[in-house]
């Protein structure tokens, strides 16, 4: 794959909900399109309808109505499909499972748990980079005014990352107008794409944080999580408050909004 290219369409299958978040948040970051599937025929019917081909499929080894291995196998079996690059994931890395996932088709293997530099950086290898453009700028630069505030006037501050777990069609931006009226003058709601919202709150150490979000939940329709850091105990710099709740989201640290609606993936 020629690096550069503006977009590049990835698959995971995965069973896991919190895999699949974590890898279409790490991914879809670094500008990749992510697709997800639960199971080996979500996957094959996603693929096969798709005019274009994917750049790259992740599959876990264990999947609830097939292996990976078969399922790899199955879809090598079809000229059209063979030279998909596939990456299997695996709570385990021993000898047989890797010569398994070899002989099957795969070109990778990766652990779980794994980071999400080591994922980037195998994707990279295998697709090459996308051109991306930095989703955070008026945020970094806010948060950046507003960590040197709080050092000057030994004051906290908190960064708050709410993300759906669902499809919201559209509604980010009344979401958002609506969380602004609710909170005071100096806070801000940033939208960071079709899921995700950013509260940078001053002067406001984590409790209060914690009271804002259960503040705004009646607000928020659908299944959502949240992340809090808190300067100077979470992070020192823009860079580190906003990388502190973003690995909070990947790893499930933390708190969920009304009931666990069921998660909606679309093609």
Not at 11 to 34: A, F
Not at 156 to 171: Q, R, T
Not at 225 to 231: D, G, L, M, V
Not at 260 to 265: H, I
Request: glycine share 6%; charged share 35%.
């Amino acid at each position: 794959m020629e690096k550069g290219k503006e977009t590049k369409d990835i698959l995971v299958v995965d069973d896991s909900v919190l895999v699949r978040l974590m890898v279409k948040d790490i991914l879809g970051g670094e500008g990749y399109n992510v697709v997800a599937a639960v199971t080996s025929e979500e996957a094959v019917r996603k693929i096969k309808s798709r005019k274009e081909l994917f750049d790259l499929i992740i599959v876990d080894i264990n999947l609830p109505d097939q292996n990976g291995f078969e399922f790899i196998r199955n879809l090598k079996s079809e000229e059209k499909y063979r030279h998909i690059p596939v990456i299997i994931l695996s709570a385990e890395a021993t000898v047989p499972s890797i010569k398994r996932a070899v002989e099957a088709g795969a070109v990778d293997y990766l652990v779980k748990p794994f980071k999400a530099e080591e994922l980037v950086k195998r994707v990279v290898k295998l697709v090459g980079s996308v051109k991306k453009e930095d989703r955070y700028p008026e945020l970094k630069d806010l948060l950046k005014k507003e960590v040197n505030r709080a050092r000057r006037g030994n004051v906290n501050l908190s960064l708050v990352l709410a993300h759906c777990e669902g499809k919201i069609a559209g509604e980010i931006s009344k979401i958002a107008e609506k969380i602004r009226s609710k909170l005071r003058d100096i806070d801000a709601v940033f939208e960071i794409n079709e899921n995700t919202l950013a509260l940078v709150l001053p002067v406001t150490g984590r409790e209060g944080a914690e009271v804002v979000v259960k503040k705004i939940q009646g607000e928020l329709r659908g299944s959502w999580r949240y992340a809090i850091s808190t300067y100077p105990d979470n992070g020192k710099d823009e860079e580190e408050l906003i990388n502190f709740s973003k690995e909070s989201l990947m790893k499930g640290e933390s708190n969920s909004s009304q009931e666990d609606d069921k998660e909606k993936e679309e093609k």
